[in-house]
């Protein structure tokens, strides 16, 4: 641990939030100084390139809290669903740059041990010589900005843009991180943007307006970040807890849909020829297989994310305003093969197909990167999918899009374990990534309000 992180954590809380923002700003512009100091991938953008792209990540998305009801104005893009490569956050951000999986990267856990898994010891953050997307369309002639709305996708891919935008944890919410965007892509003749919002991660706080929308009791204990993790018997006050905090879900995204369609108009009235790509790191679970999980691994999949890889983790909207056939298997590793596409760019690394053609119907996909307990990885297939959980001994088939456990057919079940990607070893010994990034008191203290602990 160095000296500086030694002395933050010996401040009191008091001091460490006060010196949050003067410790954002220096984050920010080390990792601008960053960037300006690479050496660029030349290349030239095609001449038919969009002007502006933006990559619009919401946090802890599920595929199926979008519906005309609570999100018209997504509902209104063209879309398909996609599996995200990690059931958290910074391996999904990062393989969302490079355009290669978790375990390609390296940003992911490097031990199977459940006890280093709190997400606040993160994980290594991948080769700095990995060339990713924005590096690509940095060398063509765009500009390229990162805006944050909360530290862990910010550790995880900082010094990849020529602007950071780091926003304290829910001190500004999603329309604070769209609209200065917007603002400082005023005047420039091509940009490049991943915009991530942290509405609807823990802890929810949407605006009062739609917590009334949706009939929220407040006053219900814990109701913004979890409870009742593991109960599988849940009557009384656990229903109604399990109730109003899916209604609390429910607002944070209204809230994000409003600020999104807010968002689009200024960008098709401010900013020439945009492209716009929304999607999300990961999904949430909302007890979805809490009996299923209790039983066969430690019940970290019961809520939240960055436990086993369940379709509401796993499964993601993806949605746009580009004219793409949007159909077949797709994985958040295509949006760099996507942007290098339309950019007319090289980016050599990806493995990911470009979404401007459909995906073969047989290729296979990959989800990995747990956060909490054993490792679990997934490997989709055509109707099927495997979950493995080596700490775990667990192999166990699905039949999609139900998520029915079956016994998979014996040549599938061979495929898929057979593209299962490498296990970490107990302690790290057998991978390439080295121990974990480190960060300071203050971003330790809000990885804890963000329920990494």
């Known amino acids: 641990m160095g000296i500086k992180r030694r002395l933050i954590n010996t401040l009191p809380p008091t001091a460490k939030r006060l010196l949050a923002y003067p410790y954002d700003y220096y984050q920010m512009r080390t990792a601008d100084r960053r960037f300006a100091g690479k050496t660029l991938p030349t290349g030239t953008a095609a001449d038919d390139a969009p002007d502006h792209i933006v990559c619009l990540v919401v946090d802890a998305l599920r595929a199926d809290a979008v519906d005309a009801e609570t999100t018209p104005y997504l509902a209104g893009l063209d879309r398909t669903d996609a599996v995200t490569p990690g059931s958290w956050t910074f391996p999904a951000v990062s393989s969302m740059l490079t355009g290669v999986y978790p375990h390609e990267h390296g940003g992911m856990r490097q031990t199977d041990e459940p006890d280093d898994s709190d997400g606040i010891r993160l994980p290594p953050r991948m080769d700095e010589d990995r060339v990713t997307i924005t590096e690509a369309l940095a060398g063509a002639g765009y500009d390229t900005y990162g805006g944050f709305g909360h530290d862990t996708p910010f550790v995880a891919i900082s010094g990849r843009f020529d ?43 949407p605006p009062e307006e739609y917590v009334e929308k949706y009939d929220v009791d407040t006053s219900i204990e814990n109701l913004t970040t979890w409870d009742y993790r593991h109960e599988t018997d849940c009557s009384g006050a656990c229903e109604r807890y399990r109730d109003h ?49 209790v039983e066969q691994f430690d019940g970290s999949g019961c809520v939240d994310h960055g436990g086993a890889p369940y379709e509401a983790v796993a499964r ?44 073969p119907d047989d290729r296979l996909m990959l989800v990995e990167g747990s956060l909490k307990g054993h490792e679990k990885k997934a ?30 057919p014996e040549d599938v079940h061979e495929l898929l374990v057979r593209n299962l990607p490498p296990w970490p070893s107990a302690d790290g010994s057998e991978t390439a990534g080295d121990g974990e990034t480190e960060v300071g008191g203050v971003v330790e203290d809000r990885l804890e309000q963000l329920g990494y602990k």
């Open 316 to 359: 993601v909207p993806l949605l746009t305003n580009a004219d793409w056939p949007l159909g077949g298997p797709v994985s958040l590793v295509d949006l760099p093969a996507t942007f290098a596409d339309v950019a007319g760019v090289d980016l050599p690394d990806a493995v990911g197909h470009s979404l401007t053609q459909t995906p």
């Open 379 to 408: 490997v989709y297939h055509g109707d099927y999918k495997l979950l493995a959980s080596r700490g775990h001994g667990a192999e166990v088939g699905f039949e999609l899009p139900e998520e029915t456990v079956v016994d998979l």
């Open 163 to 205: 602007k950071h935008a780091l926003y304290h944890n829910f001190s500004s919410d999603a329309d604070d991180v769209l609209s200065d965007y917007l603002s400082w892509a005023g005047g420039r003749d091509r940009t490049f943007a991943f915009l991530h919002l942290a509405d609807p991660h823990i802890p929810l706080d």
């Open 245 to 293: 905090r899916k209604r609390l879900y429910r607002a944070s995204v209204d809230y994000v849909d409003d600020a999104i369609g807010r968002f689009a108009e200024g960008l098709e009235s401010r900013l020439t020829d945009p492209l716009l790509v929304v999607t999300a790191d990961h999904g949430e679970a909302h007890w979805d297989h809490v009996e299923f999980d």
